[in-house]
């Protein structure tokens, strides 16, 4: 094997026009190349890795504190939209940002509570023991083990049943929001309260609906994506005119979002026209990662914290915190 110098060709012997030579290579000189200005956070793996660190550690990461604790239900009754996708990975980014936050489970399936990775099998104090007056909220909420600032209230299948025996009880629609504001009493300092709900408009949802102030609706970047978003607008209707004034749709949330498809960019577009201003910038993209996570009782945020869907969920957390700010900053 020939041992010359590295810009001599092998076929002539002749210096190769171009090629530099090793023996005076100059650091400085190649800083000033293009190649040079190559900064490493530029290249995919280191900058996965630094979003990653930033979540991780995120000390210069932080968004404004609400002045009132703010409740917020994530609701579309149509399946498969992302709700409780986004209910868990909102509050995880929202905690990774220094917030305190409750998720309250109250779909019968307990995704939300597996996702947090908090016990919720038959037996455990629930959001079902919660809504029929059984046990107190202290005693129901669980603090999630990837997290001391995101606590839980879990839902088991007896969650399944509730329908039912609401329908006898007295004040049955306004349940869950007295037991929202026990939290309070029992020293819980919550920021956000984010209540997951089943894909159905019934007692449930309107228990969600009574005690919350604001309406997240998820929208996936699909065909028929706003079929079934006029009859939950209508039931929203019914119970700010009837049960709660107060509630209104302040965030609307795209999710799987494919930007490789023109579909995904004409629905994008169509609910940014029919919604305005309460579409949050952010939207969340199409990702294995984001559908892993729950496997194995994880957020997608503590999954794979450098992932685009773990960075768009962060990204949504912070605008969503910042547009109140600047709400309240106004009035």
């Known amino acids: 094997m020939s041992s ?17 030579d090793s023996s005076s290579f100059d650091a400085e000189t190649f800083g000033n ?7 490493p956070s530029e290249t995919p793996i280191a900058a996965e890795a630094q979003r990653a660190s930033q979540i991780l550690h995120p000390g210069k990461v932080t968004v404004p504190k609400p002045r ?17 996708t986004t209910t ?12 305190t936050v409750l998720v309250v489970d109250l779909d019968p399936q307990g995704n939300a509570s597996t996702a947090l990775g908090v016990a919720h099998h038959s037996g455990v104090p629930s959001s079902y023991e919660l809504l029929i007056g059984e046990v107190k909220v202290k005693d129901a909420i669980q ?33 869950l929001k007295t037991a929202i504001q026990d939290a309070a009493t029992a020293g819980f300092d919550i920021d956000y309260v984010l209540i997951d709900c089943p894909p159905s408009l019934g007692l449930l949802t309107v228990n969600a609906l009574v005690a919350a102030k604001e309406v997240l609706i998820p ?10 978003v006029g009859q939950l607008l209508r039931n929203i209707g019914l119970v700010q005119a009837h049960l709660n004034p107060e509630l209104h749709v302040s965030t609307v949330l795209l999710t799987m979002y494919d930007g490789r498809t023109k579909l995904a960019d004409q629905v994008a577009e169509e609910v ?4 305005g201003d309460v579409v949050l910038k952010a939207m969340i993209p199409r990702s294995v990662k984001v559908s892993e996570a729950p496997g194995y009782g994880m957020t997608v945020l503590d999954y794979d914290p450098g992932s685009r869907g773990a960075m768009s969920y962060m990204d949504a957390g912070r605008e969503l915190a910042s547009r109140a700010q600047v709400t309240q900053d106004a009035s």
């Open 272 to 275: 940014r026209n029919h919604f």
């Open 88 to 99: 868990v990975n909102l509050a995880a980014a929202l905690a990774h940002q220094g917030m």
């Open 4 to 20: 010359g110098p590295a810009n001599v060709s092998r076929e002539t012997g002749s210096r190769v026009p171009g090629m530099l």
């Open 33 to 39: 190349t293009p190649f040079g200005h190559i900064s």
């Open 143 to 175: 603090v999630s083990p990837h997290s001391e600032r995101l606590l839980c209230v879990p839902a088991t299948i007896d969650l399944a049943g509730a329908e039912i025996e609401l329908v006898s009880m007295v004040a049955r629609e306004g349940r």
């Open 68 to 84: 009132e604790q703010r409740i917020i239900t994530i609701a579309n009754q149509k399946g498969g939209v992302g709700k409780t």
């Open 219 to 228: 929208i996936q970047c699909e065909y028929y994506a706003l079929e079934g």
